[in-house]
Each structure stands twice: as C-alpha cells, then as structure tokens.
C-alpha cells in the first residue's frame, strides 16, 4: 500500500511559482513511476505530467509543458511539480498519483487526497 500526501498548494498571484511536492507516508516512492493530475470544478480529471521511478524520463502535457516541471528526488522520497508563471486556469486541486505510467487516470493505483491550487489575476 502507497499512501501518498500532496502538500505546496495555495493560493498564489498569476506569475507567481508555487512548488508542489508528494511524498509518502511509509513505502519508498523511489520504485515506482509517478504522475501529477489536476481537477477543477465541474471538470474531469486532467493529467498534468509523470516521471518514471528513476527520474531519467519525464513528460508533460502539451498545455504545461513550457511552464511545469516534473522532478524527483529518491532520497527525499518526494516527487515535485513546479509551476511557473501560474493563470488563474490553472486553478484545481492537484492529485500526485503511483504506480501507473499514462496519462489516464484509471492508470494508476493509488492517489493522495490532493492539494489545492488557487491562481488569482
């Protein structure tokens, strides 16, 4: 069992940077591949990005990728998604996922409970 914790989430001006992190509580996240997704209200839930178990593979989604970075560090046993030059759309709250390597949802098997993101103009 992976229980994963989101934590970096707030409320942040357009332009600003805020740095997302994910760790775990127990399990070593450092085997397993990992992804971001984000949920905003009335919406589905939307891959942002992944890092595969040794960091040396990444992927964004083509709407973030000149603005998040995905990275990793095992021997923190955290996974980070730094968003840069935020705008209010990217308002959500934002889900760090294991165990899965896509960017469906229904990839992955365990999730933290999220961490909300509020971008204001």
């Known amino acids: 069992q992976v229980q994963l914790v989101e934590s970096g989430g707030g409320l942040a001006q357009a332009g600003d940077s805020l740095r997302l992190s994910c760790t775990s509580s127990?399990?070593?996240?450092?085997?397993?591949?990992m992804g971001w997704f984000r949920q905003a209200p009335g919406k589905e839930r939307e891959f942002v990005a992944r890092i595969s178990w040794s960091g040396s593979s990444t992927y964004l989604a083509d709407s973030f990728e000149c603005r998040f970075t995905i990275s990793r560090d095992n021997a923190k046993n955290t996974v980070f998604l730094q968003m840069n030059r935020p705008k209010p759309e990217d308002t959500a709250v934002y889900y760090c996922?294991?165990?899965?390597?896509?960017?469906?949802?229904?990839?992955?098997?365990?999730w933290g409970q999220g961490t909300q993101v509020t971008v204001s103009s």
């Open positions: 996922a294991a165990g899965g390597w896509g960017s469906s949802a229904a990839e992955y098997d365990y």
């Open positions: 127990g399990r070593t996240l450092s085997s397993w591949h």
